[in-house]
């Protein structure tokens, strides 16, 4: 019923595992695999000779990005370690006055309050609003108040799932001109997403979670306007206008998000990731949108039937994205998870709960496996006490 064999080449999982942890770290799809393979075997044989290739390639994955975020151009887009990274670029970059605030939620992931927070020793304070209400972004809209000067939140909140109306909170900042940054790691790759209609000035995502890349190799978005308001803190030969002309002593930053990168990219990296985005986007994202509601709905009837047990995730379609949290009363998180774990479900304890992130292709064998390892669990559990 949810399996779509067309995508099982690239997926050719060790069948012992139930792979629920793309919220996380994903597995590879075999297209990014070769393309390390094939790209090691280049550096072995000729080393850089081919180096205009490795450019040209650079260029394909920002036209990736650009497409995957709406951006209005590839000069929109930098490309980054990581989420946390692109945060402190912004945090570190803005021209803060004491008494600025900066509101976040409650259920942020350390990545999205550390670099506000330090920004305390500025005078800069941290407003963390609880989205436990049955409108979050209405709590979040009615804190934003004269001194606010930025909004930051996660598109999907990591732990819960909680997926936020961004439009809805892009037009509150514009309208109150706040600036409105989106940690998008959560959903990139999960579900449309499109900086244009939500009308932020930042967003950022690292590639290894729905994106299906390595670790340490990000985007950053920032909005042309924006670009210039950001203070330059990491500097180097790659982030500047005459990027190439080694003998010229002046400089001034690349008018374009290239500004953002100071030094040699992580070409390895970006050939993974390229060929990972070349999957989604042959997929196409509103299939894998589909695909993923499916799944987690799947996951959040079949689990409520288990006696006890509680789901920590929203429910509703257009609140929830590709995780499912939850906890079955009684039983304690720590010990259902070694269970689940050594069952072979690769999973996550977030939140309170355990989560289970499946992805476009995870198939029903997949979801049935983990459930039957689950209810076996609890089966033990029940009759050892
Ligand atoms: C919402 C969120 N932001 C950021 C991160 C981590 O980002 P990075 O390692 O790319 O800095 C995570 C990882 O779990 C996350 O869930």
Not at 291 to 316: D, K, V
């Amino acid at each position: 019923m949810l399996h779509d064999a067309m995508w099982d080449d690239e997926f050719p999982h060790d069948p012992t595992i139930c792979y629920l942890n793309h919220a996380a770290v994903a597995p590879w799809p075999k297209r990014a695999a070769d393309a390390v393979s094939s790209f090691a075997r280049e550096n072995i044989h000729q080393g850089a000779r081919d180096y205009p290739r490795w450019i040209q390639l650079e260029h394909r994955l920002r036209g990736q990005l650009q497409s995957l975020l709406n951006a209005p151009g590839k000069g929109d887009i930098a490309l980054v370690k990581n989420t946390s990274e692109a945060l402190s670029l912004v945090a570190m970059g803005l021209d803060w006055t004491e008494g600025d605030e900066v509101l976040i939620s409650d259920q942020e992931f350390p990545s999205n309050r550390i670099p506000w927070q330090a920004l305390e020793g500025r005078g800069v304070t941290v407003r963390q609003v609880n989205l436990d209400a049955s409108d979050p972004e209405a709590a979040l809209i009615a804190a934003m108040g004269p001194a606010t000067r930025l909004l930051s939140i996660s598109s999907v909140q990591y732990a819960s799932g909680l997926r936020m109306d961004l439009e809805r909170l892009g037009r509150a900042c514009r309208e109150r001109n706040i600036l409105f940054c989106v940690d998008a790691i959560q959903s990139l790759g999960a579900l449309p997403f499109d900086v244009q209609a939500i009308d932020c000035d930042f967003a950022m995502a690292d590639g290894h979670k729905w994106l299906l890349g390595p670790e340490g190799l990000g985007v950053f978005y920032c909005r042309r306007e924006a670009r210039d308001r950001l203070k330059l803190t990491q500097f180097g030969w790659h982030m500047v206008e005459a990027m190439g002309d080694y003998d010229r002593e002046d400089w001034t930053p690349a008018s374009t998000a290239r500004r953002f990168e100071p030094g040699s990219p992580n070409t390895l990296a970006q050939h993974a990731l390229s060929a990972s985005l070349e999957l989604l986007l042959e997929v196409g994202i509103q299939r894998i949108q589909e695909a993923l509601q499916q799944r987690t709905a799947y996951l959040l009837q079949s689990i409520s039937s288990i006696p006890g047990a509680r789901i920590l995730s929203p429910s509703a379609p257009e609140r929830r994205a590709g995780i499912v949290t939850f906890t079955i009363s009684g039983c304690p998180n720590a010990w259902l998870f070694q269970q689940l774990k050594d069952g072979g479900i690769v999973c996550a304890e977030r939140g309170g709960g355990i989560r289970w992130s499946p992805h476009f292709y995870t198939s029903q064998q997949v979801l049935d496996n983990a459930l039957a390892i689950l209810r076996n669990a609890l089966q033990h559990y029940n009759r050892s006490r």
